[in-house]
């Protein structure tokens, strides 16, 4: 790499692990110490460049130094997410459980992999540039637009708008990081980095070494840890990190307590996979799929659609004659590289009666498009219903655990106190699902359809603290 590239994407990473610790995006305790700078340095990116040049820039700049010493296992948490969805038998709203697994790298290794991501994006990018698809690939990438979800969505609902008849087809792929195809991960992460090393017909030595670690990746389960480490004292006072290399080396390594994603495959009938959570993963999954976006891209754009891929959902808006013939070639071209879609992919008819839209699913019943987080009925944008359950849900809790806190042990028994309640649940707080609501509201201002969802959360979060509080004190009366 020369050493142009090298200084533009060094600078470019070291702001990029500014934000991430000014975020406080990985104060997880692993198997190594944590990494961290005082605040008066993170808000002075002159300050922090020095610094963080001093701690890594020496190992960094060569390869070979970088990746003498091993990695660590990845801690893996598997999280179960609540989905809200409506169930036509019962009538009603039932909450099911998906199980998302995470895999979180030791505080040195996510360095090392934030810096390989930096290459393989500006490779990526540029490689992108020339492509026919290039604007059609929405998440992970640092856009000029700075568009969020939110844009990409309305951006798609324009489109059908604009089309008024048309057919829009959303598929969501099965366990895409689980089951990326690892032959095809290495001949497209080849194929990437000829952008800075066009002479190139294998990986280097050090992206090689990076790929192995990903896709032979070894972990330890969070609840193992949890139970090993239950008394964490007696193995870190400072509770910095989980352990010793010595203790790791006793307690880890020497208890074969480390799993590897080869033995998991096998035992969940899976082939391929990387790990969701590290900071190169979500370029590689991008990367992992170049030639279906641009097989796939090519026979939409020919007949005359338009395709969306984020992450692991996809739309595609066509004419209404094309979309069997799309779906079954989207179904072949997922085929290809070892993936397939879930079962509910949606299907959408949108057909203009009078002066609106109407939107229909294969049955002819009225059905709104999801995409993104958000419904639209080929009129209006909505707020998803699912995710306005989830919120209403996560309000409760917070309630619950409130009212618990201020009226236990170490509570006063007589109030509330809401200031976490209100930055977490209303417009006073930044980065909460009302915030993000409130950013589609401004962005859709055509109509107050959003507002009118969320408008009265603020009454409602105040009249649940009122009413338990109540219930509280006169049971504590009674008492």
Not at 214 to 238: G, H, M, R, W, Y
Not at 247 to 253: G, H, K, N, P, V
Request: net charge positive; charged share 30%; proline share 2%.
């Amino acid at each position: 790499m020369e050493n142009e590239v090298y200084n533009k994407l060094w600078t470019e990473f070291i702001e990029k692990e500014r934000k991430t610790f000014l975020k406080g995006k990985r104060k997880y305790v692993h198997f190594d110490n944590k990494i961290g700078f005082d605040d008066q340095i993170l808000n002075n990116p002159a300050q922090f460049e020095l610094k963080f040049n001093a701690r890594f820039k020496s190992d960094f700049y060569s390869s070979d130094k970088l990746l003498k010493s091993g990695f660590y296992p990845f801690i893996k948490v598997t999280k179960e997410v609540p989905r809200y969805k409506f169930d036509e038998v019962v009538g009603h709203r039932v909450t099911t459980l998906k199980s998302r697994p995470l895999c979180y790298a030791s505080h040195f290794d996510a360095l090392r992999y934030s810096w390989y991501s930096t290459i393989l994006n500006y490779c990526y990018e540029g490689i992108l540039k020339n492509e026919s698809f290039n604007k059609s690939v929405l998440a992970y990438r640092k856009l000029k637009e700075k568009a969020s979800n939110i844009e990409f969505a309305f951006g798609a609902f324009k489109e059908i708008k604009d089309r008024k008849n048309c057919t829009a087809l959303a598929f969501d792929i099965s366990k895409f990081f689980d089951k990326i195809n690892h032959k095809v991960l290495y001949s497209n992460w080849v194929a990437t980095l000829k952008y800075i090393y066009p002479e190139i017909t294998e990986l280097p030595s050090d992206h090689l070494k990076i790929y192995k670690n990903l896709t032979e990746f070894q972990f330890v389960s969070k609840p193992t840890l949890d139970d090993i480490f239950a008394d964490f004292s007696f193995f870190n006072e400072s509770r910095n990190r989980f352990c010793t290399p010595k203790q790791f080396r006793e307690f880890i390594r020497g208890a074969k307590l480390i799993e590897s994603n080869s033995s998991f495959l096998k035992s969940n009938d899976l082939s391929g996979g990387i790990p969701q959570g590290a900071p190169i993963s979500a370029v590689l999954a991008n990367i992992s799929m170049i030639d279906f976006d641009r097989k796939l891209y090519n026979l939409v754009t020919k007949l005359g659609g338009v395709y969306f891929r984020y992450s692991d959902d996809l739309l595609i808006i066509i004419e209404a004659e094309y979309k069997d013939e799309i779906k079954s070639k989207a179904e072949i071209f997922l085929r290809e590289i070892n993936l397939q879609f879930n079962d509910k992919t949606e299907i959408i008819n949108f057909r203009e009666e009078g002066t609106k839209i109407v939107a229909t699913n294969e049955s002819g019943n009225i059905k709104k498009l999801q995409y993104l987080g958000f419904e639209f009925d080929g009129n209006k944008v909505y707020l998803r219903s699912s995710s306005l359950s989830k919120y209403h849900a996560s309000m409760k809790n917070g309630v619950r655990k409130a009212i618990s806190i201020a009226f236990g042990k170490y509570g006063d028994g007589k109030r509330v106190y809401k200031s976490k309640l209100l930055k977490k649940f209303t417009q006073s707080g930044k980065d909460n699902f009302i915030y993000y609501a409130t950013r589609a509201n401004e962005i859709n201002s055509e109509d107050k359809t959003i507002q009118k969802q969320y408008s009265k959360q603020y009454k409602h979060l105040n009249k649940s603290i009122k009413r338990k509080t109540e219930i509280k004190l006169k049971k504590k009366k009674t008492k």
